[in-house]
């Protein structure tokens, strides 16, 4: 299952980009909607140390970190629905930030 999600991003306020809540993620690709832009990234939006940056006309994919398991039956955990996966900031202006987030549907 795939799911498209935007978020408005500007050059002050660190925005968090989040699972939507109908999905559990394994990946998650994002991009600025115009690629003309850059787009910065932390995953605390208090501490710079951890900022880094899409730059314009690029995709960031990232998977998650955590690891189940071990040898080959270990599998990556994925983002948790509504989990955040980290902040993004424009680098000039406002711009639309499009995350698609791959993984399994949410079954309650």
Do not use: C, H
Request: neutral net charge; proline residues 5%.
């Amino acid at each position: 299952m795939q799911v498209t999600k935007r978020f408005t991003v500007d050059a002050t306020t660190w925005t968090a980009i989040t699972v939507p809540a109908t999905i559990n993620a394994n990946a998650v690709g994002i991009r600025e909607s115009t690629g003309l832009v850059r787009v910065k990234t932390r995953t605390s939006d208090t501490d710079s140390t951890t900022e880094d940056e899409i730059p314009a006309g690029m995709v960031d994919v990232i998977s998650p970190g955590s690891v189940q398991g071990s040898g080959a039956e270990s599998v990556r955990a994925p983002f948790p629905a509504s989990s955040r996966v980290y902040y993004a900031q424009s680098a000039s202006g406002t711009v639309t930030v499009v995350a698609r987030f791959a993984g399994r549907e949410v079954v309650n």
